[in-house]
């Protein structure tokens, strides 16, 4: 029994992440905060939503989350309180803008430059092309050779 109880503990550990005390009592604002903070990473946990964590300060930032949706923010009002105050990683799908754009192209950018030298580099240990024009003794001596 006891490990049918544990096992039930570590999968539906997530799911009880959210305490009773930190719901709302306004459904639809409950249901608000619990779509908003699956996109709110935990600091302490790293991969995992606020949503999902047992560790303290996602349970603060469930709370502050609360608050603000409660105090009349809209949605993106209260992630952007959130990040102004964590910064840009408590979201677990960063945006694309600003000093984000250097991140997303760093890596397409640094295979074409890889390529681009490793191209020039095997163009240079190329062999030269020889010398297509023959002389005018080579050509004097390719005429005699022909001609017999």
């Known amino acids: 029994m006891k490990r049918l109880a544990l096992a039930?503990?570590?999968?539906?550990g997530?799911?009880?992440?959210?305490?009773?005390d930190e719901m709302?009592?306004?459904?639809?604002?409950e249901a608000?905060?619990?779509?908003?903070?699956k996109g709110l990473r935990c600091l302490v946990c790293?991969?995992?939503s606020i949503d999902e964590s047992n560790a303290s300060l996602a349970r603060d930032l469930r709370i502050l989350l609360r608050e603000r949706l409660s105090a009349g923010d809209n949605d993106t009002?209260?992630?952007d309180y959130i990040v102004a105050r964590y910064g840009e990683y408590v979201l677990?799908?960063?945006t694309t803008g600003g000093a984000n754009w250097l991140l997303w192209a760093a890596g397409p950018l640094m295979l074409l430059l890889g390529g681009g030298l490793a191209w020039g580099y095997l163009r240079s240990r190329a062999p030269?092309?020889?010398?297509?024009?023959l002389t005018a003794d080579e050509e004097e001596r390719l005429h005699q050779i022909l001609e017999d």
């Open 8 to 12: 039930l503990a570590l999968i539906a």
């Open 14 to 20: 997530p799911a009880f992440a959210v305490q009773p």
């Open 24 to 29: 709302l009592s306004d459904p639809a604002l």
């Open 32 to 37: 608000r905060a619990r779509e908003i903070s």
């Open 46 to 48: 790293r991969n995992e």
């Open 77 to 79: 009002e209260a992630v």
């Open 92 to 94: 677990l799908n960063p």
């Open 128 to 133: 030269a092309a020889p010398e297509s024009r």
